[in-house]
């Protein structure tokens, strides 16, 4: 008894611990669309420091989670209660049931940022420094680094950012049309994804790629 009492404190304190963990620090998401790929796959389960940007600023090259701007997914249909199984795994960071609710981009402009597409090369600019960037799928035939052309200033508070598959993402370029203009608010993001813990054979962790917004200048202001 003694044994079976001890065994069910170390569960409960372990549900706790990772319960806090998720709560505070990481969360859980899965990929469901194929608009960072290939960078992130459909269905690949990533890990989110929740950290950033309330502790740690956010950096060009940052892939982040974020809610919904306004507009960007398909109206929400209603949906089942969740079941205690994913519910459970949820607890412990092994099931992302909300993933439905949220974006997952990689960050191109910051505040004050002016980005540009494109340049006579097809590339993105950043504050005049064109990006080169390995992580971009461009498809055949296209030459652009963006599905289509914008030249925009990112106001105070927010972001600009696309997929890593240009041409099949719904990001800051195609949803301009709408009130917020394409723009995220840094208060909407949740964290910034950090490794693909699922499937192994997807394991990787993620990087912001420096050396592709090294030479980007400081804005001309602060947006």
Known sequence: MLFLRDLAIIVVVALLASFLIKTFLVRSFYIPSGSMENTLQINDLILVNELEPGLVPIHRGDVVVF????G???A?????NTNPIEWALSLIGLAAPDSDDHLVKRVIGLPGDRVTCCNALGQLTVNGSPLVEPYAVIPAGDTDAGAVHFDVT??????WVMGDNRYDSQDSSLNQNLPGHGFVPESDVVGRAIIV???VSHWSWLSDYPNTFRAVSAPASSG
């Open 72 to 74: 960007w997914l398909p």
């Open 197 to 199: 813990s699922w499937p």
């Open 67 to 70: 809610t919904d701007p306004g």
């Open 154 to 159: 990112v106001p105070k508070g927010e972001l």
């Open 76 to 80: 929400s249909q209603e949906k089942p």
